[in-house]
């Protein structure tokens, strides 16, 4: 695999120097984190050599996603992007300047944690409450379809029918016995057994 470096130089590397090179990339990407390690290079004019300075723009590679998770300081990244600068480069060599840049990094550090902690708490917290007010919600709408079922069944009324939730009535009440052809007899002892059980004595004209 060939590899771009510093002064421009074409080098093919095997499976296991490339390994190497990575790891030793890794290792020093991260140390850009610390701004006493920044102010050191900078004391011996490492910021001042254009091979350098080539170099911190090829290490942006780590600023991609695949390459970014292995970071265990992900505050490097940032300091590698003020690196490309000339005028960080060039301040960071006064010793005020590192210590006021270590004191900032220090208390972010501090309060990070805090802050995360709490941060996520809060959309916990708000995840939570919304899924109570969603079993609240389906809560009430199966208490309105049994209310509704209830209401579409039908009732009976004093009159012996049935009354259904849009008004209309079905009879219960025993339909007349209706005279079919036949002999009279026969139907005046049908009719006499029916009124029997109300003590009434019907008579055919």
Same mark, same amino acid.
């Given at each position: 695999?060939?590899?771009?470096?510093?002064?421009?130089?074409?080098?093919?590397?095997?499976?296991?120097?490339?390994?190497?090179?990575?790891?030793?990339?890794?290792?020093?990407?991260?140390?850009?984190?610390?701004?006493?390690?920044?102010?050191?290079?900078?004391?011996?004019?490492?910021?001042?050599?254009?091979?350098?300075?080539?170099?911190?723009?090829?290490?942006?590679?780590?600023?991609?996603?695949?390459?970014?998770?292995?970071?265990?300081?992900?505050?490097?990244?940032?300091?590698? $992007?003020?690196?490309?600068?000339?005028?960080?480069?060039?301040?960071?060599?006064?010793?005020?300047?590192?210590?006021?840049?270590?004191?900032?990094?220090?208390?972010?550090?501090?309060?990070?944690?805090?802050?995360?902690?709490?941060?996520?708490?809060?959309?916990?917290?708000?995840?939570?409450?919304?899924?109570?007010?969603?079993?609240?919600?389906?809560?009430?709408?199966?208490?309105?379809?049994?209310?509704?079922?209830?209401?579409?069944?039908?009732?009976?009324?004093?009159?012996?029918?049935?009354?259904?939730? $849009?008004?209309?009535?079905?009879?219960?009440?025993?339909?007349?016995?209706?005279?079919?052809?036949?002999?009279?007899?026969?139907?005046?002892?049908?009719?006499?057994?029916?009124?029997?059980?109300?003590?009434?004595?019907?008579?055919?004209?």
């Amino acid at each position: 695999m060939a590899k771009m470096y510093g002064k421009g130089k074409t080098a093919i590397e095997s499976e296991e120097l490339q390994k190497r090179r990575w790891q030793i990339e890794l290792e020093f990407v991260q140390c850009l984190s610390n701004p006493n390690y920044l102010n050191f290079l900078a004391q011996r004019g490492f910021f001042k050599d254009q091979s350098f300075i080539n170099y911190l723009k090829y290490l942006q590679y780590w600023k991609e996603p695949d390459y970014a998770k292995y970071l265990m300081y992900p505050m490097c990244l940032y300091f590698l $992007d003020l690196l490309q600068y000339e005028h960080f480069r060039r301040e960071i060599v006064n010793s005020q300047c590192c210590k006021f840049i270590d004191d900032q990094a220090i208390l972010q550090w501090q309060h990070y944690t805090r802050k995360r902690i709490k941060l996520i708490e809060n959309v916990t917290a708000a995840q939570q409450q919304q899924q109570q007010l969603q079993q609240q919600q389906q809560q009430a709408n199966g208490m309105e379809a049994a209310t509704g079922g209830d209401s579409a069944a039908p009732t009976p009324n004093v009159n012996g029918s049935a009354s259904t939730a $849009d008004g209309q009535q079905t009879s219960s009440a025993l339909q007349p016995v209706q005279a079919q052809p036949g002999n009279p007899q026969q139907q005046q002892q049908q009719i006499n057994g029916l009124a029997s059980g109300a003590n009434i004595k019907l008579e055919l004209n």
